[in-house]
């Protein structure tokens, strides 16, 4: 079993770019790590609603809605169909002149759900709002979120430079949903531990480590400018030692998980830096 911080930490987003592996492939990937020593890593498989007949296995999934808030129903009625779990519902706000309304618009939609009985009263709903500054209309929106009870996603990357936050703004954004108790998960662009510059691209890639530790440090009160410092940090052993002290476990009750196209990469970094022990999964001291 791997240590507490580290276990659901990964959704199998295999599917997505930038690997966009086959969903047979990927499907196949994700059952069979089942027995692997580190399957405690991997939380749910994430997928669209559209794609949800080709998923052949029962395995919790997270559904990706790719309508607006009316296709929620019939993306769970449809998971139901073929007897998928879901683990967790998420839903892009598709409305950046109403941000707020668009929002009400998801939590009517989701009540709706759990009033049908199609969405269990426990299953958690990830909200992304746009990839900008916690600008008044964001916060309204985040607002929002947070009285329905739901969670934030937010966008740490892609194929573009633009799609990659700056520290100052994911800063902002960590602060929003601590500031609103909500916790939230990452998407895109966290494929590895540490903050870098990836060589193919030269994109700014944040790293999953550092958001870790920039959870924990904003929870205890850290500034935003000081969480965004954190999150710039691209030297190991800094980030290595402050994680070797710092109650991660605890930061997890807010940074949830974050999917990736890649398992693989984020467990090689973690056994690397020493995080984890592969012969038997336990913290290194």
Request: hydrophobic share 45%; aromatic share 6%; net charge negative.
């Amino acid at each position: 079993m791997l240590p507490e911080p580290f276990r659901g930490l990964v959704d199998d987003a295999a599917v997505f770019p930038p690997g966009d592996a086959p969903l047979p492939e990927a499907l196949a990937a994700y059952v069979g790590r089942q027995d692997a020593w580190y399957a405690d890593l991997v939380g749910s498989f994430v997928v669209t609603d559209v794609a949800l007949p080709s998923v052949t296995e029962r395995v919790p999934v997270s559904v990706v809605v790719t309508g607006g808030a009316g296709a929620i129903a019939g993306a769970l009625k449809l998971a139901a169909r073929h007897d998928l779990p879901v683990a967790g519902l998420e839903i892009a706000l598709r409305d950046p002149d109403d941000l707020a309304g668009n929002a009400r618009r998801v939590t009517a939609a989701v009540d709706a759900a759990r009033g049908e009985g199609v969405l269990g009263e426990e299953t958690p709903v990830y909200v992304e709002l746009p990839q900008s500054e916690p600008t008044a209309s964001w916060l309204a929106a985040a607002d929002v979120v947070a009285e329905g009870e739901h969670r934030l996603k937010l966008r740490t990357g892609g194929l573009e430079a633009e799609k990659f936050p700056t520290p100052e703004t994911l800063a902002g954004w960590i602060d929003a949903a601590l500031d609103r108790e909500t916790p939230f998960k990452c998407t895109a662009g966290l494929h590895h531990a540490i903050a870098h510059r990836d060589h193919e691209t030269g994109f700014p890639h944040h790293g999953f480590l550092n958001v870790l530790l920039a959870t924990r440090q904003a929870f205890d009160g850290a500034t935003t400018s000081e969480v965004a410092t954190l999150l710039a940090d691209h030297y190991p052993n800094d980030l290595v030692a402050l994680a070797r002290t710092s109650d991660l476990a605890g930061a997890r009750r807010w940074f949830v998980s974050f999917g990736s196209c890649s398992v693989q990469e984020p467990l090689d970094d973690l056994v690397g830096l020493g995080l984890v022990d592969p012969g038997h999964g336990e913290e290194q001291a």
